[in-house]
């Protein structure tokens, strides 16, 4: 094909590429002031929206903060309930145990109570048995001297009536009835013995010294 042959103008003109190449920019025609005032409500109404959104973003975040410190707090409150709850219970069983040895204790300190009661009212009457017994055998002793006292006058009166000595058996007569004798005693002659202890038909040595003094003494 010649390079001087005429274009067909049956075809599309198209440029050569060398000498307008394409910058890729594209014309654009100048916007009429209805678009612009569309763009610039569009621009706010998304800056709108992203705020909005930011501004539930935040409310969310805050909302979930809160929520989860609410949570915590609670859980901590929750747990310091339950050690307390705990804490109680056993303070409650301690002073349960407490209380029963407590009751415990009581009853042996009243069981012992009564028993140092029985104890002290068996001394007591021991003491006064004691005593009792201790002043009968005072007694006892003291009988016995004087009855040996007084049997020392009979053996002498009855020596002086049988050797016929009438002045010195009216003597000792006269001392053994005197309470002057034994003050604490008497007259020595109650404590002649009244019964015969030798099994004979004999007299007592009371009843024996009765015979002397009625012989004696007129």
């Known amino acids: ?11 599309p003109f198209i440029e050569d590429a060398h000498r307008f190449p394409d910058t890729g920019e594209k014309k654009r025609r100048p916007s009429s002031p209805a678009d612009q005032d569309a763009r610039r409500r ?11 959104f930011q501004y539930i973003a935040i409310l969310f975040m805050a909302a979930f903060v809160l929520l989860l410190f609410t949570f915590m707090m609670e859980r901590r409150q929750s747990r310091q309930q339950i050690d307390d709850l705990k804490q109680s219970a056993s303070a409650v069983q301690t002073l349960q145990g407490l209380m029963n040895e ?54 002498q009166i009855n020596d002086a009536y049988v050797r016929g000595r009438t002045a010195l058996c009216r003597n000792l007569i006269s001392q053994i009835e005197s309470p002057d004798t ?11 013995p009244k019964e015969n202890s030798t099994g004979t038909d004999r007299f007592s040595p009371y009843d024996r010294y009765m015979e002397i003094r009625n012989k004696v003494i007129k």
């Open 1 to 11: 094909m010649a390079e001087g042959r005429r274009r067909d103008t049956s075809e």
């Open 102 to 155: 407590n009751s415990v204790l009581q009853a042996k300190v009243a069981e012992l109570e009564q028993e140092l009661t029985k104890q002290k009212a068996a001394a007591d009457e021991f003491e006064v048995n004691l005593r009792d017994v201790t002043d009968t055998l005072a007694h006892t002793e003291n009988v016995l001297e004087w009855t040996t006292q007084a049997m020392d006058y009979f053996w």
């Open 182 to 192: 034994t003050p604490e005693a008497g007259p020595l002659m109650e404590y002649l």
């Open 42 to 52: 569009r621009a706010q109404q998304r800056k709108r929206r992203n705020s909005v």
